[in-house]
C-alpha cells in the first residue's frame, strides 16, 4: 500500500478527492491508467501563509504578494514552494509520498516527492491569481490537477 498525503493551494484538494476516490475504487473525473493500491493519509488545503506556517511547520518565503494572507509567488517561487509543501506534509504525516501545489503568477507549480524521487513541474496555463479572470485561473487549476495527477501516476507506475 502506497501511502500518500497533499498539501495544496490552487489545486483546492481536489488532487486529494481524485486520490483518495481512486483509491476507493470510484474515480471522479480522472481517467487512471494505473493500477495500485494507494491510501489517502491527508489531503490539505493551505493557500495561506498562516497555514503553510501553522499546519506545515515551515517558514515559507517571502512571496511577491498577498491577498488577505493568500501567497501570491511567481513561478519560480511557486516551484520552490510547491517542493517545500509536498516534503513538509509528507513527513509530517509519515506518507511514502508528498504532492504540493500553489500558483499565484505564472504557471504554478506541482511537487511530487518521495524516498527515491522529487519532481516539480508546472500547468498548461499562465495566469495570475491578482488579475487575472476567474476563467483563466479556473483553466490553470484543471491543468495544475491533470498535470500533479500524471505526475503522481508516474511514481506509483511499476517500473
Given at each position: 500500500?502506497?501511502?500518500?498525503?497533499?498539501?495544496e493551494c490552487?489545486?483546492?484538494g481536489i488532487v486529494?478527492r481524485?486520490?483518495?476516490a481512486y483509491?476507493m475504487g470510484?474515480?471522479m473525473?480522472?481517467?487512471?491508467?494505473v493500477?495500485?493500491?494507494?491510501?489517502?493519509?491527508a489531503?490539505l488545503?493551505?493557500?495561506?501563509?498562516?497555514?503553510v506556517?501553522s499546519?506545515?511547520r515551515?517558514e515559507?518565503p517571502?512571496p511577491?504578494?498577498?491577498?488577505?494572507d493568500?501567497?501570491?509567488?511567481t513561478?519560480?517561487?511557486?516551484?520552490?514552494?510547491a517542493?517545500?509543501?509536498a516534503r513538509?506534509?509528507r513527513?509530517?504525516?509519515?506518507a511514502?509520498?508528498g504532492?504540493?501545489?500553489?500558483a499565484?503568477?505564472g504557471?504554478?507549480g506541482?511537487?511530487?516527492?518521495?524516498d527515491?524521487?522529487?519532481?516539480?513541474?508546472?500547468s498548461?496555463v499562465e495566469?495570475?491569481l491578482r488579475?487575472?479572470?476567474?476563467d483563466?485561473?479556473?483553466a490553470?487549476?484543471?491543468?495544475g490537477?491533470?498535470r500533479a495527477?500524471?505526475?503522481?501516476?508516474?511514481?506509483?507506475?511499476?517500473?
Amino acid at each position: 500500500m502506497i501511502r500518500v498525503a497533499t498539501a495544496e493551494c490552487f489545486t483546492h484538494g481536489i488532487v486529494a478527492r481524485e486520490i483518495h476516490a481512486y483509491s476507493m475504487g470510484y474515480p471522479m473525473n480522472y481517467r487512471w491508467s494505473v493500477d495500485a493500491e494507494v491510501s489517502l493519509v491527508a489531503g490539505l488545503f493551505i493557500p495561506t501563509l498562516s497555514g503553510v506556517r501553522s499546519i506545515l511547520r515551515f517558514e515559507p518565503p517571502e512571496p511577491s504578494a498577498t491577498l488577505n494572507d493568500i501567497k501570491v509567488y511567481t513561478e519560480r517561487e511557486d516551484e520552490r514552494v510547491a517542493l517545500m509543501m509536498a516534503r513538509s506534509v509528507r513527513r509530517l504525516t509519515g506518507a511514502d509520498i508528498g504532492i504540493g501545489t500553489t500558483a499565484g503568477t505564472g504557471r504554478g507549480g506541482i511537487a511530487v516527492v518521495s524516498d527515491e524521487r522529487e519532481d516539480v513541474i508546472n500547468s498548461d496555463v499562465e495566469a495570475d491569481l491578482r488579475f487575472s479572470d476567474p476563467d483563466e485561473i479556473l483553466a490553470r487549476q484543471k491543468s495544475g490537477i491533470r498535470r500533479a495527477l500524471e505526475l503522481f501516476e508516474s511514481f506509483i507506475s511499476p517500473p
